[in-house]
DNA sequence: CCGCCCACGC
DNA sequence: GACGTACGTGGGCGGA
């Protein structure tokens, strides 16, 4: 069996709740700062679990073990601090060992059975599946649903879900009822009972993960637990049209509330057949992000941590992925009804737990106010997409081919050796080894020389290579990433570009795109540009209009500080980096202040709201730390308030073991309270910047959702396609223009209710550059 | 396949 | 003596 089955399993929660630990992964770092690193073999475990309680007994507390730590350890703690060499028991030691290579020699790690379990139980709470398959040759088994569970979340959730430590359950060894449904009858029964029912939880199966192309596959019902429905669809198109046809009164329902997980892409299978779904969402995947936003959210990993039950794997039916990845298609009929009918059945179980548990941490307001129905939302704009103008991007292309093989020729004419420029290794070789452009060049964390721009300019006077290279960089990144790629990912039904927005990626509550990501299109550099013109309305009578929110973040820290000064600031509608400069360079007059300090106050701005340094400062505006510091100093002088605010956000972190923004979305910091200077500021500087962040996200998200519903109140033609953090984008149809920009501003502006106004800006043309 | 480096956005 | 600004995605390289 697995290793160690005969030791004792210790309750982690109940050893909290009798010293008042908060977090039981404290007990982890007990017994890393006790790890013994004389014997200097490396990967060495520090002390056991057992032992590491036994100090906690004796000291009666964590913070007491603290105290006397260097009693305890000698000189142990100074050393084990230092030493990035050792792998620690410790989960903060182990993040910083990850900063370098980690070796772990498995010859050398001579485990006994006791070591090995706390090994493994350390690797499964960090996550570090392959690590460990690696040194133990098998796979890690979640021990306890909530074991990774932060606070007192999920803590007292042990009824069904507990197995204590051996194998989790699987298809094969619990008691279920999936049923397969291959006749038109046996379909109408179900339907009438669908019909009946508040919510019920559904999940499709697909030919491809691409939900514009998918053909779906079969459909998975369930709405109590252990028990689901599967229906299959055959493969000719009509026919499966045909059944899905029985199920759209179902699905357009909109008093059944529809449960999924990552619904949005089974929302957007469906409404390639015409399906509309309607009515509430509940998605387990977006619960769990709000409950853990640092955590992943896929059906697996939630079904193995909270429901301790191993879910039949993908690659069972179809494969592993790669090229040769069969089809859905060609899985036995039995199979596929055990996987679908299984999927839908956790999802279904899972939002029973998730709920509630949304409820008990106050967070079913953000849920159901804005992430529920931002889904459909966020599908429809998905949906709707955005045209390219593929001609002027392939023209373009034919441009930049030829400057980028001008200036190929040009480096290795003056590099006099013929090398790959787009390797930052050989690059980094040739500028620094062979023409020795900096005897103290930098190197990076493999040893390599830096060859970042921001490494390069400093070199730019010293040889002209060096500017090509740049130069070289900018035409290949335009290339590459946007000129190439997005013709590739445009839609063959549609002609457009349909991004992807994911909801549960960003833990500070942003969303995130991809294939392609919409949100890192070009803007600062005139050739970059370009790009944006190539994004157009969908035809002649439509028109772009961008909308973004002016200074959104830093009005945020006007707003949650309440600092007069910067809320006074906002509320003259005064330049807010001028503002600045003039409070710390002590210039009376707004029209005194000078473009540089300006510069440097609109870079300290945006410091502050990412918690930066006086080092930082002075790196990013390259001046001595001492006028850095004084940039800084003089800063929290003009604006005391906010310095009031950052110190109250870390110590409300320390407190509460979390941040939280405008709408209550929660930010866990586990290492706020950490030992270890560089991992603790990382928390903090988190602390500072998520609940800023953060309640960006919530107010741009609200608006998304006052403005698609105004617009379909409306009955416009209008549609909301895009979404870059502070900005969004619409496809007008051009007569209703005016009537959109005062709806859109309206709703932006009026999303929540601040101390200070939140101002909305506007712009419309023929592309998105020009609607900027 | 995966980690690293680099670079684009907000 | 090292470290030093938040959140993302993607392309290309190079080692395993």
Same mark, same amino acid.
């Given at each position: ?197 508040k919510e019920f939880c559904f999940d499709t199966e697909t030919s491809e993960l691409n939900p514009h192309n ?75 992000y709000l409950l853990q936003p640092d955590l992943r959210h896929n059906l697996n990993y939630l079904s193995e ?132 452009? %900096? ?7 493999? &040893?390599?020389? @830096? +060859?970042?721009? *921001?490494? $390069?300019? !400093? =070199? ?7 500017? %090509? ?7 290949? &990144?335009?290339? @590459? +990433?946007?000129? *190439?790629? $997005?013709? !590739? =990912? ?82 003259n509608n005064t330049d807010i980096h001028t503002a600045t400069a003039s409070k710390i360079f002590h210039v ?185």
């Amino acid at each position: 069996g697995r290793a160690g089955g005969d030791m004792e399993i210790i309750d982690k929660t109940k050893i909290c709740e009798k010293f008042k630990i908060d977090r039981p992964e404290q007990i982890i770092d007990i017994m890393g700062l006790m790890g013994d690193s004389s014997d200097n073999i490396p990967g060495a475990p520090g002390i056991g679990e057992k032992t590491a309680i036994k100090l906690i007994e004796k000291y009666g507390s964590i913070e007491n073990i603290y105290k006397n730590i260097d009693e305890i350890t000698g000189k142990q703690k100074e050393k084990l601090l230092d030493n990035k060499e050792q792998v620690m028991l410790s989960k903060e030691l182990v993040t910083i060992k990850l900063d370098v290579p980690v070796k772990i020699d498995v010859k050398k790690l001579v485990l006994d059975d006791p070591d090995e379990v706390l090994l493994t139980k350390l690797f499964e709470e960090l996550e570090f599946r392959s690590t460990a398959r690696r040194l133990f040759q098998k796979e890690i088994i979640p021990t306890q649903a909530g074991s990774i569970m932060q606070g007192t979340l999920f803590g007292d959730n042990d009824s069904d879900t507990n197995n204590s430590a051996d194998e989790s359950q699987n298809i094969s060894n619990t008691k279920h009822e999936y049923i397969l449904l291959d006749t038109k009858d046996k379909r109408k029964k179900l339907i009438e009972q669908l019909n009946d029912l508040k919510e019920f939880c559904f999940d499709t199966e697909t030919s491809e993960l691409n939900p514009h192309n998918a053909e779906i596959v079969g459909l998975s019902i369930s709405w109590e637990m252990h028990k689901a429905y599967y229906v299959h669809l055959p493969k000719g198109q009509k026919e499966a049209q045909q059944i899905l046809d029985e199920f759209k009164v179902v699905f357009g329902n909109e008093k059944i509330r529809k449960i999924g997980q990552n619904i949005k892409y089974d929302i957007l299978v469906l409404k390639n057949y015409g399906i509309q779904v309607r009515g509430e969402i509940f998605d387990s995947m977006i619960a769990h992000y709000l409950l853990q936003p640092d955590l992943r959210h896929n059906l697996n990993y939630l079904s193995e941590q909270y429901l301790g039950y191993k879910p039949v794997q993908i690659e069972e039916l179809i494969g592993k992925k790669g090229a040769n990845q069969g089809s859905m298609r060609n899985v036995p009929l039995e199979k596929l009804k055990d996987y679908a009918a299984e999927d839908a059945d956790l999802t279904f179980q899972l939002k029973e737990l998730f709920e509630k548990e949304l409820e008990k941490t106050g967070l079913s307001n953000l849920s159901e106010t804005i992430e529920m129905p931002l889904i459909p939302i966020l599908a429809e704009m998905e949906s709707a997409g955005i045209k390219i103008n593929t001609s002027a991007l392939n023209e373009f292309a034919k441009d930049l081919n030829k400057e980028l093989i001008k200036i190929e020729e040009k480096i290795i004419d003056q590099a006099g050796v013929q090398f790959n420029i787009s390797s930052p290794k050989q690059l980094g070789e040739v500028l620094f080894d062979q023409l020795k452009l %900096d005897p103290n060049a930098k190197k990076t964390k493999s &040893k390599q020389y @830096s +060859t970042s721009e *921001e490494t $390069l300019v !400093k =070199l730019a006077d010293k040889h002209p290579i060096v500017n %090509d290279v740049l130069e070289f960089r900018s035409l290949k &990144k335009l290339l @590459s +990433t946007y000129v *190439e790629a $997005l013709p !590739k =990912l445009m839609s063959e039904k549609t002609g457009k570009i349909h991004t992807s927005y994911n909801q549960a990626v960003a833990a500070t509550g942003r969303l995130s795109s991809n294939n392609p990501n919409l949100q890192n299109i070009p803007i600062r550099e005139e050739r970059g540009r370009e790009i944006r013109k190539a994004f157009i309305p969908q035809d002649k009578d439509h028109i772009l209009l961008a909308a973004d929110y002016s200074q959104i973040e830093l009005r945020l820290m006007a707003h949650m500080s309440q600092d007069e000064k910067m809320i006074e600031a906002f509320k003259n509608n005064t330049d807010i980096h001028t503002a600045t400069a003039s409070k710390i360079f002590h210039v009376e007059q707004l029209s005194d202040v000078t473009k540089d300090q300006r510069r440097k106050a609109k870079t300290a701005n945006f410091g502050i709201i990412y918690g930066i340094s006086a080092f930082g400062l002075s790196q990013r505006l390259n001046i001595p730390r001492t006028e850095a510091k004084q940039l800084i100093d003089e800063y929290f002088n003009g604006f005391p308030k906010v310095k009031e605010y950052m110190d109250k956000s870390i110590s409300v972190a320390r407190e509460k073991g979390y941040v939280e923004t405008l709408m209550g979305r929660k930010r866990f910091l586990k290492d706020i309270n950490s030992r270890n200077a560089t991992v603790r500021g990382f928390a903090e500087r988190n602390a500072i910047n998520a609940p800023i962040q953060g309640s960006a996200a919530d107010i741009i998200k609200l608006a998304m959702i006052d403005v698609f519903r105004e617009l379909e109140k409306q009955n416009l033609k209008t549609k909301m396609i895009l979404q870059v953090h502070d900005e969004l984008i619409f496809d007008v149809y051009k007569p209703e223009l005016e009537q959109v920009k005062e709806l859109v501003k309206n709703k932006m502006e009026n999303a929540v209710m601040l101390s200070i106004p939140l101002t909305v800006d506007l712009g419309s043309g023929e592309n998105w550059l020009e609607a900027h």
